[in-house]
């Protein structure tokens, strides 16, 4: 299926991204649409969708668009699921000017480890949630 992805955040489909979120993620049960709404206001955000506007999935970068950048809620709606999105979503995210140029980036993941490690996240410590991947030289 031919998809666009967009960082237009009028695209959207906020009532889905909440209700997924809140009622099937393990990460953010009971989070309520104000909340959302809040969070998308204040984060770079994603949307993949097929080329009649149906949202695929969602992500937002927490960042300061210069040194750090934070996945949260990255989700594919269960229909779209084991499709391959995920992987395409995640390839056009990191190859975004943004975040392509932050130099340490960050995610939390319960299950998804696999996926976010041929991508070049790796493990941090021994959290058994945290992810990262850090660009950062140190003198």
């Known amino acids: 299926m031919k998809y666009y992805i967009s960082t237009d955040k009028s695209l959207l489909q906020i009532d889905a991204i909440h209700e997924f979120i809140a009622n099937h993620s393990y990460w953010g049960k009971g989070r309520t649409l104000a909340e959302v709404h809040c969070t998308i ?3 770079l955000c994603f949307g993949i969708y097929t080329l ?3 949202q695929i999935g969602f992500a937002r970068v927490v960042t ?3 040194f750090f950048g934070y996945f949260m809620d990255v989700i594919i709606f269960k229909k779209f699921q084991g499709k391959g999105y995920g992987k395409k979503f995640l ?4 190859e975004h000017d943004v975040i392509k140029r932050l130099k340490t980036l ?5 299950d998804a480890h696999q996926l976010y490690e041929k991508f070049g996240f790796k493990k941090v410590g ?6 990262a991947i850090d660009k950062q030289q140190l003198l």
């Open 106 to 110: 960050a995610l939390k993941t319960k």
């Open 41 to 43: 206001e204040n984060s």
């Open 91 to 94: 390839e056009f995210i990191l």
């Open 64 to 66: 300061d668009y210069a």
């Open 126 to 131: 021994d959290s058994p949630l945290w992810m």
């Open 52 to 54: 009649a506007d149906e």
